[in-house]
């Protein structure tokens, strides 16, 4: 590996929604910075695999699906 190339990896605290603190290794800032989350990681569907239908009535994911209908994906 290259000397002086690479990021810092340190600790910080994630403070979650519900208000817990988990310690994870991290480059975000500097070490014990704590880093708020806007988003539950427990319900997002980016993290729980997307099982959530998406709405969209007549918006650009159904103009999507009827440019590429005959594509077959």
Same mark, same amino acid.
């Given at each position: 590996?290259?000397?002086?190339?690479?990021?810092?990896?340190?600790?910080?605290?994630?403070?979650?929604?519900? $208000?817990?603190?988990?310690?994870?290794?991290?480059?975000?800032?500097?070490?014990?910075?704590?880093?708020?989350?806007?988003?539950?990681?427990?319900?997002?569907?980016?993290?729980? $695999?997307?099982?959530?239908?998406?709405?969209?009535?007549?918006?650009?994911?159904?103009?999507?699906?009827?440019?590429?209908?005959?594509? $077959?994906?």
């Amino acid at each position: 590996m290259k000397k002086d190339i690479h990021p810092d990896y340190h600790f910080i605290d994630v403070k979650m929604t519900n $208000g817990d603190i988990v310690k994870m290794r991290s480059t975000y800032g500097e070490e014990d910075t704590v880093l708020s989350l806007d988003i539950d990681p427990s319900a997002h569907p980016a993290w729980t $695999g997307g099982n959530t239908r998406l709405m969209d009535t007549g918006g650009r994911v159904s103009k999507f699906k009827n440019k590429y209908d005959g594509f $077959g994906f």
